[in-house]
């Protein structure tokens, strides 16, 4: 066997070892959707407290999202393979945690343990994984391990494969992202199907363990570059990206915590550069900023997050409460979006070895652009197959965009800044995302209760026959409805929008192919 083809089969298993972690990553961030009722049970917490039970997506997306640039950039430093591997064992430690949940009774039932020294301990261990904080924590330090993956595996990607090589990978890594998040809410339910909801976690050690054999047996150590860790300038990117979250998933709440949020955070963003400037080797280089290319990328980044999430949270709700469609049939909806977009994100690698990489970018913003904005005529009346058409144009342009946009960032701050640019422009689409959901939950609510005053709540007069109340109760009902299609139209219709405006900042990519 000689040394290209030893080479290549190091490469290809290498990449299957990404691809299992990326969508493994992925995969965790959903899963909890399906067993969040089961959790509540074990917990015994009631209907009334599931905004504590929320925390534990919350949480988790705090976690994922701070994490992403430092752990970039810390890649750079101690290598890819050491910060992958140190990731994926605290995704672990984390997965043993969460799946510890009501479950350690058995150290207090044995006689034996009851009576040892060790009593007072185990006491403290049973009581305290038996709380929501316990789950929330336990999360956390799960998506701290994972919020490092994904970035480290886009830029290992880009270590061992060439420039002109790169564009499938990508396309393959956006793909098993995509694939993980749609997987992981069915992945849940199935193994609470026939096993207690911990085993969604404990299951995560035997796969994790795989991929980390994968890595260690295929991946080399790579190149480093020397500098001392900027601790400072780490605390306040986590610390910003978390407080600017923070307050993005309080928008709509009268809480004066928001303005906290907001505050801290808007002041770390702006501190930051002042402290990188006066450093060798800041935790995000500033230099990259100066780049058009990886800013255009990350402008178009936040804008497609942004437009996606609202179409994500958008199409089941409609489904549920327009269509009066079960939550089941709601999710069947949006799978026609969602499995689309791997596809898409297959495409779009394929796409980007021989064209411009602004031609399939500004493609898959124009089919997203143009499905949404005809999805704001949808009614109580839309049926298939216009349904599905608008669907999948949809999600195969939000999927091809993945590889072109991803390729020009990561290629854009040069080999010593490879891991930064891969935190950074993975960062800027959840940034987006949680841009999105806040808009909506907040503009939403303030526009339905707006509408809502127009409209009077029928009620019996006297005199007024049952055929004529039953009447206006229709009419109520119609003018209903009226108004969440409304509200839907213009969830769509601004969703819509945000794909066409990101075509300006699409235009300032890198013109070359893939393949120079």
Wanted: glycine fraction near 10%; proline fraction near 4%; charged fraction near 10%.
């Amino acid at each position: 066997m000689n040394v290209s083809t030893k080479t290549r089969k190091s490469q290809h298993l290498a990449m299957i070892a990404i691809i299992a972690g990326v969508f493994f990553a992925a995969d965790d961030q959903t899963v909890v959707v399906t067993i969040i009722p089961r959790m509540m049970t074990d917990l015994n917490v009631g209907v009334t407290e599931l905004n504590q039970v929320s925390w534990t997506i919350t949480g988790y997306l705090l976690g994922y999202v701070a994490v992403m640039p430092v752990m970039g950039r810390l890649s750079d430093i101690f290598g890819r393979r050491n910060i992958y591997i140190m990731g994926m064992l605290i995704f672990m430690f984390g997965s043993v945690g969460t799946a510890m949940t009501a479950s350690m009774y058995w150290l207090t039932d044995s006689e034996t343990l009851r009576n040892s020294y060790f009593h007072g301990p185990l006491d403290y261990i049973v009581n305290a994984t038996t709380t929501v904080e316990w789950v929330v924590v336990t999360r956390i330090i799960q998506s701290i391990g994972a919020g490092a993956l994904v970035p480290v595996s886009i830029a290992m990607v880009a270590d061992i494969y060439p420039t002109g090589k790169r564009a499938m990978a990508m396309g393959l890594i956006g793909a098993a992202a995509e694939m993980g998040a749609v997987v992981g809410p069915v992945w849940g339910g199935m193994v609470t199907k026939f096993l207690d909801w911990q085993w969604v976690f404990w299951l995560n050690l035997p796969v994790a363990i795989i991929v980390l054999l994968g890595i260690c047996l295929s991946f080399p150590d790579g190149k480093r570059i020397k500098g001392n860790i900027d601790y400072v300038g780490a605390t306040m990117v986590a610390g910003a990206l978390c407080l600017i979250t923070l307050g993005c998933s309080s928008l709509g709440e009268s809480s004066s915590y928001i303005y906290i949020y907001f505050t801290l955070g808007i002041a770390c963003i702006v501190g930051y550069p002042f402290l990188a400037a006066r450093i060798s080797n800041p935790i995000i280089p500033l230099v990259l900023f100066r780049n058009t290319e990886f800013v255009a990328s990350n402008i178009v980044n936040i804008l497609y997050g942004a437009s996606l999430m609202i179409a994500l949270v958008t199409i089941p709700l409609m489904a549920n409460t327009i269509l009066m469609k079960s939550p089941m049939e709601g999710g069947l909806i949006l799978s026609r979006l969602t499995i689309a977009i791997p596809i898409g994100a297959v495409l779009g690698g394929i796409l980007i070895k021989n064209l411009d990489r602004r031609i399939p970018s500004i493609v898959a913003l124009v089919m997203c652009g143009s499905a949404l904005l005809l999805m704001q005529y949808w009614d109580q009346n839309i049926k298939d197959p216009l349904m599905s058409i608008h669907l999948i144009i949809a999600g195969l342009g939000f999927g091809l965009i993945i590889a072109p946009v991803t390729l020009t960032a990561v290629n854009s701050g040069g080999e010593t800044m490879r891991g930064a640019t891969a935190g950074i422009i993975t960062t800027s689409r959840f940034i987006g995302m949680t841009l999105g959901i806040s808009a909506i939950a907040a503009w939403g609510s303030g526009r339905f209760k707006n509408l809502l005053l127009g409209v009077e709540v029928p009620m019996l007069t006297a005199g007024e026959t049952t055929t004529q109340m039953s009447t206006r109760l229709d009419e109520f009902q119609s003018s209903i409805t009226g108004i969440g299609v409304s509200i839907f139209s213009d969830f769509y219709q601004t969703a819509g929008i945000i794909c066409i405006l990101a075509i300006f900042p699409c235009i300032f990519m890198k013109s070359e192919s893939a393949s120079y």
